[in-house]
C-alpha cells in the first residue's frame, strides 16, 4: 500500500517484520542465498494476513507464527544488516514482487476497431458502400467512382489519425510511468550497508531506513523496527485525519 507519510527517522521491514527492542542475537545468522523452499516456514498469505486487522489482531497473528524472533529466522534476513541480495528471485518467487504485473499493451489493430464503432463513421462507410454499388451500376460509372473514393478515404484517414493518437498515448504513458517508478528510490539495508533501490525493487525481508527529508511514501506493508516519534498519514485508508504513531504497541505499517 502505498502514500503514507511520516516524521523521524526509522527503519522498518516490508510485508512482514520487525519491531522496536529486538534482541538482535536472533537475527545473528549467516545470510546465505535460499530457495523458495527455505522460505516454507512462512507463507505469502500469512504475511498478508498481518495487515488485515487493527494492531492487536496482527500481533496475536504475529505470536501465532511463532513470533518476530521465528519470522525473522524464516524469512532469512537481519535486523540490522537486512538481506545479502544474492537471492531477490527467490524472494519474489515465494512471496512475489512490490509491483503490479504489466498490462499487455494494447495493439495497433484493436485501436482501429474500436475506432469503427464510431456511430458517423459507420453511417460514412454504409454512404460510401451504397454509392459505389450505385456507381458500378450506372452507365456512368467512371464519373460516379470519386465520390466513394473519397468517402472511404474520409474514414481511413479519421480511424488512423485517431487509432495512432491513442496508441501512441498508451505507450508514452507507460514510459512516463516506468521513468517515475526508476527516480521514487528508497534507501534500504543490504549486507549491511545501505543502498538506494527503486520501490519495485524491494522485496520481502528487506530493511528500509526512512525519514520525513528522504521519503515521503512507504512503498509496501511492514513493521516498524526501531523509530522516534513515528508518525504515519492513514486517511486514505481510514480517513483518520490526524497521522497515526507507531511504536512498540502499534508497528503495523499498512
Known amino acids: 500500500a502505498l502514500?503514507?507519510?511520516?516524521?523521524?527517522?526509522?527503519?522498518?521491514?516490508p510485508?512482514?517484520?520487525?519491531?522496536?527492542?529486538?534482541?538482535?542475537t536472533?537475527?545473528?545468522?549467516?545470510?546465505?542465498?535460499?530457495?523458495?523452499q527455505d522460505f516454507s516456514g512462512v507463507s505469502r498469505t500469512q504475511l498478508m494476513e498481518l495487515f488485515e486487522q487493527e494492531n492487536r489482531a496482527n500481533t496475536e497473528k504475529l505470536e501465532a507464527l511463532g513470533g518476530l524472533e521465528k519470522l525473522i529466522a524464516n524469512l532469512h534476513t537481519h535486523p540490522t544488516k537486512g538481506i545479502?541480495?544474492?537471492d531477490i528471485e527467490q524472494r519474489i518467487a515465494a512471496f512475489g514482487g512490490n509491483f503490479f504485473a504489466e498490462?499487455?499493451?494494447?495493439?495497433?489493430?484493436?485501436?482501429c476497431l474500436n475506432a469503427m464503432q464510431d456511430h458517423v463513421l459507420i453511417l460514412l462507410t454504409v454512404m460510401a458502400t451504397l454509392t459505389l454499388v450505385t456507381a458500378l451500376l450506372s452507365d456512368h460509372t467512371a464519373e460516379e467512382l470519386p465520390e466513394p473514393i473519397a468517402l472511404y478515404m474520409s474514414v481511413f484517414l479519421i480511424v488512423n489519425v485517431t487509432s495512432y493518437i491513442d496508441w501512441s498515448r498508451e505507450r508514452m504513458f507507460v514510459e512516463v510511468s516506468k521513468k517515475l517508478l526508476q527516480s521514487n528510490t528508497k534507501t534500504v539495508i543490504r549486507n549491511g550497508e545501505p543502498v538506494l533501490l527503486a520501490d519495485r525493487e524491494i522485496v520481502v525481508g528487506d530493511v528500509?531506513?526512512?525519514?520525513?527529508?528522504?521519503?515521503?511514501?512507504?512503498?509496501a506493508d511492514g513493521i516498524l523496527l526501531q523509530g522516534v516519534d513515528v508518525k504515519i498519514d492513514e486517511s486514505s485508508l481510514t480517513g483518520e485525519p490526524d497521522a497515526i504513531k507507531k511504536d512498540a504497541e502499534t508497528p503495523f505499517i499498512i
Not at 26 to 36: E, L
Open 84 to 86: 545479502s541480495g544474492d
Open 15 to 24: 510485508a512482514g517484520f520487525c519491531a522496536c527492542d529486538l534482541d538482535r
Open 26 to 36: 536472533a537475527g545473528d545468522r549467516a545470510m546465505t542465498k535460499v530457495s523458495p
Open 208 to 219: 528500509v531506513s526512512f525519514n520525513a527529508h528522504n521519503a515521503q511514501s512507504i512503498p
Open 3 to 13: 502514500g503514507f507519510t511520516w516524521r523521524s527517522s526509522s527503519n522498518w521491514i
Open 103 to 111: 498490462k499487455k499493451l494494447t495493439p495497433y489493430w484493436q485501436y
